[in-house]
């Protein structure tokens, strides 16, 4: 009986392959995708391809990432006295990070129909494989009607679904788990925008300008039934009630000037009147900084210290600031990019206001200003050095006197073994200031603190 299911399972598995074999021979023919590989580097947008449809086809892909961490982290409690010893940060050893690993599964559907499925297979925060998200792009109308709005939908591309949502440019630019061959860099923006919700978003891109108008549910876990936010007081309670959607939009201009020179230009917006979500803390596969700035007895923010082992999935947000707005915000992002040549820079500034509950609290603000330079050499620009600047200031609570400070000033260096596999060496230092020396009658990791090191990452995507 068990050779029986064994061959079973073996004749399935061949049936499968020689399916997918018969229907997607190639990349090529997938219409209207960004590159996986080193060609997708700087494609902030979906552009229009001449990809001849001929019938249903798969597309199956995926990236992985490891770490080698140096890394050690410090703050300026000193010897703490008991009973609250168990404070003291974390001794770190140079040594492997959990290796990281996605899967995308597409597929051409129709002429200009194509839909998308994204997995993280392994994750910091999440080790066992779980779905990211997944949308359905449809950038012709044919399955209406042969031609059908064709002068619209040759500049227009629609997506549909639980997704990436596009807000701003630095997520084009940031480390998504295993999909890390787009960052120069190690770490992402320290307030790391990205998030995942159900919605739709339209692309409207003709001649160097580019826009996008989107509107999402609000919710990062899908759920009907109803989340009703806390009153802050009996007294005077949330007038809102109900999950507000959000409004994404884009608006920008991108332009290859000519062969030496690409200008790139746009402005992004995010508005929430009501939700649960939150824009800075919804990546959960977790920072590439494991461990800093943390210690034994990591509570995850609960009111007392519980013993984890220093399990990384408590605190897998290490080495990031999160404003942590309770259900309003609004946020814009302002996005430079030039390229010349070998030279590239990329900005962002970003402004993001909320608060706890609309109407009875005041409107807070938390600014981030980032700017990398990165000089790419050699034959297809297969090396590069660069460096990169970040800093966030704002204040945690209205209540708090003093804004909070957080820098980090990063320098890498990348190898492209080929289109597919990058090599990154990096040094990092982040500091952190303004902070407090407890939280209630607990010590505060943050207060004076700051880490440092080096660390190598490998890339493979495909």
């Not at 999440?126 to 042969?146: A, R, S």
């Not at 709005?149 to 940031?174: L, S, V």
């Not at 009501?274 to 959960?284: A, E, I, K, P, T």
């Not at 804004?403 to 080929?418: D, L, P, Q």
């Amino acid at each position: 009986m068990r050779t029986f299911i064994k061959l079973s399972v073996i004749v399935a598995a061949l049936s499968f392959t020689s399916a997918i074999q018969a229907q997607a021979p190639s990349f090529g023919q997938m219409q209207n995708m960004i590159p996986r590989d080193q060609s997708g580097m700087n494609v902030f947008d979906v552009k229009k391809d001449s990809v001849e449809f001929k019938g249903l086809s798969v597309d199956l892909g995926a990236a992985f990432a490891l770490q080698y961490q140096a890394v050690n982290s410090f703050n300026d409690h000193g010897s703490l006295p008991a009973p609250i010893a168990g404070y003291k940060l974390n001794n770190l050893e140079n040594n492997f990070n959990l290796p990281m690993a996605n899967m995308t599964i597409g597929a051409q559907l129709y002429d200009g129909v194509r839909v998308n499925l994204d997995l993280y297979l392994a994750a910091r925060h999440h080790n066992e494989t779980w779905v990211k998200g997944g949308y359905l792009q449809i950038d012709k109308l044919d399955f209406i009607k042969k031609d059908f709005m064709a002068d619209f939908m040759k500049y227009t591309t629609i997506k549909i679904g639980q997704m990436e949502n596009n807000y701003g440019d630095a997520h084009f630019r940031r480390s998504d788990n295993g999909q890390a061959i787009f960052n120069p860099f190690i770490g992402n923006n320290i307030m790391d925008a990205f998030t995942t919700e159900m919605g739709a978003e339209v692309y409207y891109n003709r001649g160097g300008f580019v826009s996008m108008i989107g509107v999402t549910n609000s919710k990062l876990n899908q759920n009907v039934k109803e989340i009703v936010p806390a009153a802050p007081t009996a007294i005077a309670p949330d007038p809102n009630t109900t999950i507000s959607p959000t409004i994404l939009a884009k608006l920008g201009y991108d332009k290859q000037i000519n062969d030496d020179l690409r200008i790139r230009v746009t402005g992004s917006l995010y508005h929430v009147a009501n939700s649960s979500g939150n824009l800075y803390s919804s990546d959960r596969a977790g920072s590439r900084f494991y461990g800093v700035m943390s210690h034994a007895a990591y509570t995850g923010g609960a009111g007392t210290a519980v013993a984890d082992n220093f399990d990384p999935t408590a605190n897998y947000t290490t080495g990031r600031f999160n404003p942590a707005f309770g259900n309003w915000a609004t946020s814009y992002m302002f996005n430079p990019f030039i390229k010349f040549r070998g030279f590239e820079f990329f900005g962002t500034l970003e402004f993001a206001s909320g608060g706890d509950f609309k109407g009875t609290d005041d409107k807070r603000t938390v600014n981030q200003y980032a700017g990398d330079i990165v000089y790419r050499f050699g034959q297809n620009e297969r090396y590069y050095v660069g460096g990169k600047l970040n800093t966030v200031s704002g204040k945690l609570r209205n209540a708090d006197a003093e804004k909070v400070n957080v820098n980090r000033f990063e320098a890498s260096a990348g190898w492209f073994m080929t289109k597919n596999v990058l090599a990154k060496l990096a040094y990092v230092q982040q500091n952190y200031q303004g902070y407090s020396e407890f939280t209630g009658v607990n010590p505060n990791d943050l207060y004076g603190g700051k880490f440092n090191g080096v660390m190598f990452e490998a890339i493979i995507s495909f």
